[in-house]
């Protein structure tokens, strides 16, 4: 019988483009709000799925204008949540 051999995956990647950085910026400012409530973390894949509409010129200035709310975790999903019509 031959024996099944499983690659390992390393989840510490970094990040390997300039917009998949700033991503993981705002990953580490949301997730800990989101664990002293009992919330599953946001994965970055989320995150970056919700953040397609900003372009990438502009993430920087919204990750800054995000840190200047009150409340990062508020402005951010305000921001980024499907506008209902």
């Known amino acids: 019988m031959k024996r099944l051999e499983f690659k390992t995956v390393d989840f510490k990647k970094k990040a390997n483009s300039y917009r998949a950085e700033w991503i993981s910026k705002f990953v580490e ?26 372009k990438t010129s502009e993430i ?21 949540k499907p506008k209902k019509t």
């Not at 204008?65 to 305000?78: I, V």
Request: contains cysteine; proline residues 9%; charged residues 25%.
């Open 60 to 80: 920087e200035y919204f990750y800054n204008e995000c840190k200047r709310a009150k409340n990062f975790s508020k402005k951010w999903w305000w921001t980024v």
């Open 29 to 54: 400012k949301l997730n800990p709000p989101r664990i002293e409530i009992n919330l599953k973390p946001l994965p970055i894949s989320r995150v970056a799925m919700l953040m397609s509409h900003i």
